[in-house]
């Protein structure tokens, strides 16, 4: 917004020239989301408990589990409403508001973390599991198909994939590529939602995925650096960047309250929302295949409980102490603090491997 009033008038003052800089947008969408999360969540914290809107432990899938978690009890949840809202101001306030990507970012962030907020609401109010597992990941296909959808109407945009580590090779899925759209989404949402069970081990696995999206975000859409990294130039997708960097000081922001031992969690309405908009990001720059090795934690957490479901389904047996991964650890005697700092730094490097892959195509 501020971009849109503000950089016209750049010819009268030219202070306002530095409006025109992604960079400069990103880095204040950063501090304003940072700034407000600071600000707001101990009064969201203290309205949630006034509310008595808190965590659950007792589900019923391990005694073992519920009894390590148990302190837990009654920590107040859905934090991730003043994550997003400190994502959807920030973004709003430095964004240019013209371009399409920004609102196909934010359209997405919104329809899964209503369906994250109606999945916590049932929750803590039937004290159950929530919404149906079937009608969540129809509420997220439904959200694949329609970004996909958007994306493959639109003549500017390709439905090639682009390979990592290999120049000038890419496959065009054609029509199938709406539903490649939906598969991604889908599956990094999902997979964030798996990994959020731990204190700050979720949203601090997100910032730093998202640090190396920025990245991603703000060379597709430089031609000059595409060019020169041998990556497809995407016109507009730099401004994702102010996008991602509104991710990373609202995530920042609560990890300041979520770190461990954790004031709060950010609940479904956090998890799924964060995990589609890095999905959505993935998507909008072409840099889906990616998404696997940056997002490297989320796939372990996720396969993790697949093979765990599939090996006792077929031979009865277990695979992991328990799946998602993260509680195997807690199993084998690591501490919470220990499987969460571990984990963070393997996202470090799936980070710096992520980026590396730019100069090896």
Partial sequence: MLYNLLYPL???F??????????FRAIMAALTAFIMSLVFGPLVIK????????EYITKGDSDKLDSM?????GTPTMGGIFILIAIFIATLLWADLSNRFIWIALFATTWLGVTGFLDDYMKLTTKKKGIKG????ISQVILGLIVGSILFMDPAYSTQLDIPFLKNISIDLGILYVFFVALVITGSSNAVNLTDGLDGLAVGCVVIATIAYSVLSYLTGNIKFSDYLLIPYIRGAGE????CASIIGAGLGFLWFNCFPAAIFMGDVGSLALGGAL???????KKEFLLMIVGGIFVMEAMSVILQVASFKLFKKRIFKIAPLHH??????WKENKVIVRFWILAIIFAFLTLVTLKTR
């Fill in 10 to 12: 750049h010819t009268a």
């Fill in 14 to 23: 030219s202070v306002l020239n530095v409006f025109k800089y992604i960079t």
């Fill in 47 to 54: 309205k949630l408990k006034e509310l008595q809107v808190g």
């Fill in 69 to 73: 978690h148990s302190a837990k009890q």
């Fill in 134 to 137: 079937r009608v969540k990941l």
């Fill in 240 to 243: 994702l960047t102010v996008f």
């Fill in 279 to 285: 999905g959505t990001v993935a998507v909008l720059i």
């Fill in 328 to 333: 195997h650890f807690q199993f084998l005697g």
